[in-house]
């Protein structure tokens, strides 16, 4: 088994857990949050970044690399980790929410998905054959099985569908992967449905993969069915496999979702905020490229020991910014990672010390009110 | 007097001088490339990773920081090695270049030169007095005087004025310089005429600035045409003071201007060709977003010791610039920075051992078969 988890210690008032993750790549301990290197590059960041900022599993997009430079290219370079110099472990998308997200540019069939490419409109055909081979040739330590997102909102009997769809095709991605040093995980799907939800885990538990990732959730819905699916989903997930919740990454959800059981948890946000001048304080978000700190040459975050707050103020960043300087995106982003795995490690300290729900309530109140 | 060098050694068969050049903030080595931080930032670097490739003292452009973010914020802030978090020396130029650039968007008059902002067209009037009071604003270690750069071609009447005028000017900016820990050094014009350019330097020496800029050359003459005025007029430049040969960077310009007793350079070629996909090697040039590296996972310069060549192939780097991921850039600038400054410190050396016309050679027949 290339990846396992060993929980560590369940926190006493909730469902949370503080694990360790074993990769081909090394351990990581869980909760973790991982940055999203969509085309081989966490964006502005060198590998040696990232670590400082304190991430240590990161996730990169098949659909991407598929498309440019092409999974044959990156196979070729020796696989992923070695073509983007990064020798921690990596898990790959399935390319399933990217091609669901084309809209008109898709067609599903029981088949797979044909689409059009982003890039240049040329025609693909996503099967889960053909994803298992490009999620093997990328080579990262975990793999995700090709799923069929629906869309929120939408109806019931769309879902059912789709989630029928998932477990088949899980059986095929199954079948299809004999990689031994990466691990494949299921997808949970049902949309906001947590009848649905318990009959696709059950399904993919049946399966038995060594991982579960909890797809379709954060496309739109209130963050409170969010919830409510996870409240119901979690106590039948396995104890002693990963869950992870995709796509999932704001401070709030990153809490909650670990009240609730998750184990891992991937998203754009705080890079792409971070891109267009937004950055996380303790007090809350703060848009810097804004005219109102021109002449606050104080940091971003007095509370942060970040690279960029220990040594640029938020006048110098504001300027780089509006002069399209990408040094300031640099900053920004650095600061977003950093403020988010420093969350994950203060949630992780919180559960070792059995005080979850109260430092849940101390980090939303000045958050909130900022 | 807060800037000063002391030539170590000269070298026996050139005009080649080895020198220590003290400022307030720090002592350097010369010959020097000055890396080129136009917007109060190397484009794309930290300043810890200028001076991983080597750099020791940076420049920083007037014009650009008058208007965005200002000169009065910057002085606000500290002064520009605080703004921007830069502890070595940093040379201002005047903006004269760049606003006798603008073309149809400026107007030259005995007091000074209007101009129109190429942000948002806003109406500015640059004076000797008006320079001084930004470069002082600004704090670096080294000013420039407002200099009137002829272009390339030009008649001698139009060039006898405008050195005519750089004279007056310098005499302007000298009285209106106080700042007691700033040096300012005047900028020798006169064009592609030898005779002009001997006037321009004895009227400027005659004024004792602390040291000199070679201003107007590599404007669009044959290089041919720049080595000549060189070897005219560096004979009568004072021994004992810095001479700056103004926006030149490319490697045979630098090992040539060198040979005829240069010591400080600048110029944006390393970053902006870095940013176009473009590196330096040993070899010559080579455009690695080119398709023929597409494949190739051979370092950019197999001779090279930087982070870039190091950690990354060809074919990543390609990648990234292809899919606009900004690593890219970082990677091909810092690769471009750390080649030139390895470039000099070659040339230091072969001017310890006397040996800088046989290292000339023997570097450009391997860069130019390239």
Request: hydrophobic content about 35%; aromatic content about 8%; overall charge neutral.
């Amino acid at each position: 088994m290339p990846v396992k988890i060993e929980i560590k210690k369940k926190e006493k008032h909730t469902r949370a857990r503080l694990g360790e993750l074993t990769t081909p790549h090394g351990v990581v301990e869980t909760p973790i949050f991982m940055p999203v290197g969509t085309q081989a590059t966490v964006k502005t960041m060198t590998p040696e970044e990232v670590k400082q900022t304190g991430g240590r599993l990161i996730l990169s997009n098949t659909y991407h690399l598929y498309l440019r430079p092409g999974h044959d290219l990156i196979k070729e370079a020796g696989g992923l980790h070695q073509f983007m110099n990064w020798d921690g472990p990596i898990l790959t998308d399935s390319g399933g929410f990217q091609v669901f997200s084309l809209g008109p540019l898709r067609t599903i069939t029981e088949d797979g998905v044909e689409f059009r490419s982003h890039i240049d409109g040329s025609k693909h055909f996503f099967t889960p054959e053909k994803v298992m081979e490009i999620e093997q040739a990328l080579g990262a330590d975990i793999a995700m099985a090709f799923d069929e997102c629906a869309p929120y909102p939408c109806d019931k009997e769309y879902a059912v569908a789709a989630l029928e769809r998932t477990t088949r095709w899980a059986e095929r991605c199954k079948k299809a992967h004999t990689r031994k040093d990466q691990a494949l995980f299921g997808i949970v799907q049902g949309g906001v449905f947590t009848d649905l939800r318990e009959r696709s885990a059950r399904e993919l538990i049946a399966l038995d993969f060594p991982g579960y990732g909890i797809g379709g959730l954060s496309v739109g819905e209130p963050k409170e069915l969010m919830y409510e699916v996870l409240d119901n989903l979690m106590p039948i997930m396995p104890e002693d496999k990963p869950r992870y919740l995709m796509g999932v990454g704001s401070p709030d959800c990153l809490i909650e979702g670990v009240v609730r059981g998750i184990d891992m948890f991937d998203c754009v946000l705080p890079t792409r905020i971070a891109r267009n001048g937004t950055v996380f304080t303790r007090n809350g978000k703060l848009t810097v490229r804004n005219a109102e700190y021109a002449r606050d040459f104080s940091p971003m975050d007095k509370h942060c020991n970040c690279y960029a707050c220990q040594n640029y103020s938020r006048a110098y960043i504001r300027h780089l910014i509006k002069a399209d300087e990408i040094l300031g995106i640099r900053l920004t982003t650095i600061h977003n990672l950093h403020f988010l795995q420093d969350l994950m490690e203060n949630i992780r300290q919180a559960i070792r010390e059995d005080r979850l729900l109260a430092y849940r309530e101390e980090f939303l109140k000045v958050f909130n009110a900022g």
